[in-house]
């Protein structure tokens, strides 16, 4: 997903947006013929996520500095370990720090808790994946993320698969419509390839969702004792996806039913960005 062309862009502008007329800091203060060395440190325990873009901040401030990545992108560090050093205009290094480590704790954070989640299904036939509630603009990197940390991508977009929630079924109650009909009528209108998801929050919805052929049933804030009635009930007829208020203390029971997915949106709206520190040595 990070392909050149959206880095270039994405952290260009985050770099133009912290430094619109330049560093008037390191303008100032530090003269331009001076060089610098800075070591990437964590300061606790993650996996790191966002070398790539962590690198992409530097160079794209000054294509003179180097950046060597002692760590990838979805391995364990421990605080202390270098993940990172930085050679090159010291200006450079300077103007580009803050940017490059807002985007490697931000994503090393959705890195860390997605592997927790994941570590806590370990032994269930369930896959950890996130959902589209992610920061704008920032999605690709998110997603990265979380793959990064051991989990699975949702659709990236409205545009890359049907996926029929509560809203739109309400729209499609309101003007008398039947569901099973509808679907099989959608159906009929799109690519052979394209998936369809249906939301439901009630067993008493899944044999219409069922009889309509979609792919997946998304199974929103149900009981663990009606996911087990669900997950038999559609009897691997279409992949069960359990999703809504999911933590890392109740997903393990999640898991346990016997559902295929678990989508939690804790892994891009609620992780917490990790400890990670630049220490920069002026030659």
Do not use: C
């Amino acid at each position: 997903m990070l392909t050149p062309a959206l880095l270039n862009r994405v952290v260009g502008a985050a770099l133009e947006e912290d430094a619109p007329w330049g560093d008037l800091t390191s303008a100032a203060l530090i003269p331009e013929s001076s060089t610098a060395t800075a070591d990437l440190v964590a300061r606790e325990t993650g996996i790191l996520s966002g070398g790539e873009v962590f690198a992409a901040a530097f160079t794209l401030t000054d294509p003179a500095v180097v950046v060597d990545l002692h760590v990838a992108d979805g391995d364990a560090f421990g605080p202390g370990d270098v993940l990172a050093s930085v050679t090159g205009p010291a200006r450079a290094i300077l103007t580009a720090e803050r940017v490059g480590l807002n985007f490697a704790q931000r994503m090393s954070g959705i890195a860390t808790l997605t592997s927790q989640y994941v570590r806590a299904v370990e032994g269930t036939a369930a896959r950890i994946a996130d959902t589209r509630k992610t920061t704008p603009g920032l999605r690709a990197f998110e997603r990265h993320a979380v793959s990064s940390g051991g989990g699975h991508n949702h659709r990236f977009s409205l545009s890359d698969a049907v996926m029929a929630k509560d809203n739109h079924l309400a729209v499609l109650r309101r003007g008398g419509a039947d569901l099973a009909a509808a679907l099989r009528d959608a159906a009929s209108r799109l690519p052979h390839t394209t998936h369809v998801v249906v939301e439901v929050d009630r067993l008493d919805q899944i044999p219409d969702v069922l009889a309509g052929g979609a792919h997946t049933v998304l199974l929103d804030n149900f009981t663990l004792d009606d996911l087990r009635a669900a997950v038999a009930l559609i009897d691997g007829r279409a992949t069960t996806e359990a999703s809504g208020g999911v933590t890392r203390e109740t997903v393990r029971a999640i898991a346990e039913t016997g559902v295929d997915v678990v989508s939690v949106g804790a892994l891009t709206h609620s992780a917490r960005a990790l400890d990670l520190g630049l220490d920069v040595r002026i030659d």
